[in-house]
């Protein structure tokens, strides 16, 4: 098997960051992968593919140039042997259900995002047929890509796309006397909500803490002057390289979001000992425990956000307590062999449904995991 692993960009942040422990899984169970950008944004994501040994094609064009990234990409697949293509993300996908049928390559879509543009929705779901297994990249967005894209059960399958990392660093417990740090990572666009923090800072109670919010974005301009408006501090601290390195620097994770799919930034908190509070989206609310691991609320609610943030702050010394449970809970539940596992069954599900011999979507789900 040659997989062309077909992405949108290799942009940094959470849609590039799992590809290389993806296709390690893919490569491991005897598939040779290679990775596919349509078009190379920040190019942040491109070390670590390159470092993975994944040799990534990034074609040098635009985001709405679609006839172009489709030639392109056809090129590209004839050129290299591809005999089964994996796509990412909305764009992608759509190139690939397109050109798949038409160069007789069978095509696995992942699907990640919980909200998706008007016109791709309607695209995917006329395309829906021509791919051979949809992949959603947990429980929420599996359902949703059931619903709102009418994939059948039988080639509807689930691969949590995350893995706890047992040695990450673990945050430092909150000391008496100091500031509680409440920190979250993400890119600085509407769909976060952090115009949404901001207007809950305002309203809180508590003023000992301090906020950072880790990412870049068109946004920061105008959440700047939102915080100075409110009256808070934020420290804007743009993107940073090394996640882990700014998770274990605080004591409670916030995630305001508007919408999201798996949303990686929240587990791997959650993975570095930290309680967190997160808007009742994606797989946010399977994910976090109520009380035990951290909060889950409304979003776009800032009256609700700031409740529960001055909850956490009235006892600091517990928030060490709920974030060990938060670890132990993500080392259990999306273990790294819970990971592999699933990965290899999809694997075989493609391999059996292109040998022709019956094949079930059930062993490739994860829908125990």
């Known amino acids: 098997m040659r997989i062309a692993y077909v992405i949108n960009s290799v942009e940094g942040g959470g849609a590039a960051q799992p590809v290389p422990a993806i296709t390690r899984v893919l490569r491991d169970a005897g598939a040779q992968v290679r990775v596919f950008a349509l078009t190379p944004r920040d190019r942040r994501g491109l070390p670590a593919m390159v470092e993975a040994g994944l040799d990534p094609a990034v074609r040098e064009g635009g985001l709405t140039d679609h006839l172009a990234a489709a030639l392109w990409l056809r ?44 016109w791709n929705r309607r695209l995917m779901r006329l395309l829906e047929s021509r791919a051979m297994l949809w ?142 509070v997160a808007s009742a989206v994606g797989e946010l609310p399977f994910s976090i425990r109520q009380g035990e691991t951290g909060v889950i609320v409304p979003p776009g609610n800032p009256e609700a956000l700031a409740s529960a943030l001055d909850a956490m702050l009235a006892d600091p010394a517990r928030l060490q307590i709920m974030g060990g449970a938060a670890r132990r809970d993500m080392l259990n539940r999306f273990s790294q062999d819970r990971f592999v596992a699933n990965g290899t069954a999809i694997l075989n599900y493609i391999r059996q449904a292109r040998a022709g011999r019956p094949a079930s979507t059930r062993a490739a789900t994860g829908r125990s995991a």
Do not use: N
């Open 75 to 118: 090129r590209q697949l004839l050129d290299w042997g591809a005999t089964h293509i994996w796509t990412s993300l909305s764009r992608a996908t759509i190139l690939g259900l397109i050109l798949g049928p038409m160069l007789g390559l069978p095509v696995v879509s992942w699907q990640h995002a919980a909200f998706l543009k008007p």
């Open 135 to 276: 992949v959603g990249d947990s429980q929420s967005v599996a359902a949703l890509t059931a619903k709102r894209l009418a994939v059948p059960q039988d080639r509807l399958a689930c691969w949590p796309i995350f893995a706890a990392d047992p040695v990450m660093p673990q945050s430092r417990p909150w000391q008496p006397g100091e500031p509680v740090r409440i920190g979250t990572l993400g890119r600085l666009h509407p769909v976060k909500g952090y115009d949404v923090l901001i207007a809950a800072l305002a309203r809180m109670d508590s003023r000992a803490f301090t906020l950072s919010i880790a990412g870049d974005g068109a946004e920061r301009d105008h959440l700047e002057r939102l915080a100075r408006q409110a009256g808070v501090e934020v420290h804007f601290t743009g993107y940073t390289d090394d996640p882990h390195a700014f998770l274990a620097g605080l004591h409670l994770y916030v995630q305001p979001s508007r919408s999201e799919g798996f949303c990686i930034a929240a587990h791997e908190a959650l993975t570095a000992g930290l309680p967190v």
